[in-house]
């Protein structure tokens, strides 16, 4: 059985830094694709950032590239999400998703697992 349990959210000021962890269990994730996504208050849920588990190849929405980055360690088996530069419109609750393709994606139809989710609070 597929866990993904998120941890790291919390409030932060404009401008400070956070790392979001996703912490996978229950098989092997060597042709997964791992992703972010963030539910804001009275928003859809939208794409972060995935990475392709076997190569450690990303992709980013136009939102946060150049401020978050998307990592793994496969001996850990987690992936995080280095978020720096944070704005009070990146307040969300984030989530972490694995879908069963080798390659990178942002829709959330092609992620098969979800964890919880963590709240990510940016005062202004």
């Known amino acids: 059985q597929v866990q993904l349990v998120e941890s790291g959210g919390r409030l932060v000021q404009a401008g400070g830094s956070l790392r979001l962890s996703c912490a996978a269990s229950?098989?092997?994730?060597?042709?997964?694709?791992m992703g972010w996504f963030r539910r804001a208050p009275g928003k859809e849920r939208e794409f972060v950032a995935a990475?392709?588990?076997?190569?450690?190849?990303?992709y980013y929405a136009d939102s946060v590239k150049g401020r978050f980055t998307i990592s793994r360690d496969n001996a850990k088996n987690t992936v995080y999400l280095q978020m720096n530069s944070l704005k009070p419109e990146d307040t969300a609750v984030y989530y972490c998703?694995?879908?069963?393709?080798?390659?990178?994606?942002?829709?959330?139809?092609?992620?098969?697992?979800w964890g919880q989710g963590t709240q990510v609070t940016v005062s202004s």
């Open positions: 998703a694995a879908g069963r393709l080798p390659y990178l994606t942002s829709m959330d139809s092609n992620y098969n697992y």
């Open positions: 229950g098989r092997t994730f060597s042709s997964y694709v």
């Open positions: 990475i392709t588990w076997s190569l450690g190849t990303t």
